[in-house]
């Protein structure tokens, strides 16, 4: 069965989600707030014909659109959620939309739209080949407070997926071979007992002495835990004034490493040292934890059915225009300089996952990697040199660069679907048979 009416369908659709993205960009909202972009996606669904289901996991902004009918199962992960403080215009010096307000500076505007993107794509596939599965498009809120996916996970609807499939906006062409780290975001809540700080200092226990006593307790761990763990924190509450005793302070870490049992092995460690500083300072904590997602799974078999469609898909091309925006915005970047074919690299390119070998960053598409086989790319949406979470990353991802890698990811995306949908050359197999083995028998249980 041919896949050339697949690409032709892009050829012919992609303004569509353009607009959709560009939609969501001027529109930013931050974790579990996301109401403009998931009402908009799941509309649009409706709209081609899928069945929704929202507020999944009771969650209001996480949905399910499905098509088709019987096995296999297929998801494409999806999301949306912006980041606070990152409004920028689509321009290559830094200014704001509106002060202080979020931007899309991760990129979920293109993320999520190019999931929609390739399970309409795939569904008209389907529809004019007959051909029997189920396709699914998971709106998942939150990613960037790492729990939103954990929520629905809760809610036991990856279960039953064959595999999944997604990608993130980057500065490169290929699969994403390599695991992303488990991550525990917690806060300890320290309270104490307020004075007047110059007249009786000694009848007041500070809540603020207590974080500080654990800080530098963290710091002195960071000695004694294994490389590549990331321990990080800011102080969210540090009292009211300086002639007060602090009654109250709250300190927020999140924690990582390579595994979940690594981060629980520090997390073990930290809430001892948060209770050592409380019985130090006669105060006491509580902790609240916020997300503990898992270190993602790579699936060599999925990311190289994802590379060979990538390669199969249009190939990226850029116009003078944003070539002259590229070099504009690398002026603020480490990569100041480079050539136009190593700012915006438009190669694809390959490596196997090695086991143990990790990226210092988190994302909760690990506990769905933990529940089913799980594909993923990076596609050019940004100039090398680009940070997420950055005023350079939210002004590309609002223009034609980001667009173009978003149309590359969806398609990538709906023909390797398309290639699941068939098991082309028993891949389905093939990729349950690596999940399992990384798993080596551990089951997933959510981590909040």
């Given at each position: 069965?041919?896949?050339e ?18 939609d969501?960009w ?17 509309n649009a669904l ?11 996991g009771g969650?209001?902004t ?31 010096i830094?200014?704001e ?12 505007n ?14 008209e596939?389907?529809e004019?080949?007959?051909l ?5 498009y998971?709106?998942?809120?939150a990613?960037?407070?790492?729990n939103g996916k ?8 990856f279960d ?8 993130h906006?980057m500065?490169?062409n290929?699969?994403m ?10 806060k300890f809540?320290f ?12 009848a ?14 963290v710091?002195?761990?960071r000695e004694?835990?294994?490389?590549g ?8 509450d540090?009292?009211?004034a300086?002639n007060?005793v602090?009654e ?10 390579s ?16 209770k050592g ?8 904590v509580?902790?609240?934890?916020l997300?503990?997602?898992?270190e993602?799974?790579p ?27 590229v070099?504009?915005?690398a ?10 074919e ?17 990226m210092?960053?988190?994302?909760d598409?690990?506990?769905v ?8 790319v990076?596609t ?20 034609e ?5 978003m149309h590359?990811?969806?398609s990538?995306?709906a023909?390797s679907?398309y290639?699941l949908i068939i ?13 399992d083995?990384l798993?080596d ?8």
């Open positions: 069965m041919s896949k009416t697949i690409l032709k369908w892009f050829k012919e659709n992609k303004q569509t989600y353009t607009k959709m993205a560009q969501i001027d529109n930013p909202q931050i974790a579990y707030e996301e109401k403009y972009a998931s009402e908009l996606q799941q409706k709209e081609q014909g899928f069945t929704v289901k929202n507020q999944i969650v209001e996480a949905f399910i659109a499905e098509f088709g009918q019987g096995k296999p199962i297929i998801g494409i992960l999806g999301e949306f959620d912006a980041l606070p403080g990152l409004s920028q215009t689509a321009t290559p830094k200014e939309v509106t002060v202080g307000a979020p931007g899309h500076g991760c990129g979920h293109l993320l999520g739209t190019a999931g929609v993107e390739a399970v309409v794509a795939l569904k596939k389907m004019r080949d007959g029997r599965g189920t396709i699914r998971y709106g998942c809120p990613e960037e407070v790492l954990t929520h629905m996970a809760k809610a036991g609807v039953d997926l064959d595999s999944a499939l997604t990608w906006p500065s490169k290929a699969p071979s390599f695991s992303m780290q488990s991550m525990v975001s917690i809540h309270k104490g007992k307020p004075a007047h700080a110059a007249a009786s200092p000694e007041g226990r500070s809540a603020l002495d207590s974080v500080e006593l654990m800080n530098i307790g710091n002195y761990l004694h835990v294994p490389d763990t990331r321990m990080h924190y800011t102080i969210t540090g009292g009211l300086p007060i602090p109250s302070a709250t300190v927020w870490y999140f924690l990582r490493g595994s979940k049992e690594e981060v629980e092995g520090i997390l073990h460690r930290v809430k001892n040292i948060a500083a409380a019985l130090m300072n006669e105060t006491e509580e902790s609240e934890l997300a503990f997602c898992y993602t799974l699936n060599d078999a999925l990311n190289e059915l994802m590379y060979h469609n990538m390669l199969d898909s249009e190939p990226l091309q850029y116009t003078e225009e944003e070539q002259i925006f070099e504009n915005l002026k603020s970047l480490p990569s100041a300089g480079k050539p136009m190593e700012l915006l690299p438009t190669s694809i390119s390959f490596e196997p996952y090695q086991p143990g070998v990790s210092p960053g988190s994302s598409v690990g506990d990697s933990w529940i089913t086989p799980t594909g993923a990076t050019t949406c940004a100039p090398v040199g680009t940070a997420l979470h950055s005023w350079q990353a939210t002004a590309s991802f609002g223009t660069i980001g667009y173009k890698g590359l990811a969806a990538t995306m023909l679907a290639d098991n082309k050359d028993n891949i389905l197999e093939k990729a349950k048979e690596e999940f083995k798993r028998g551990k089951e997933y249980q959510a981590g909040i």
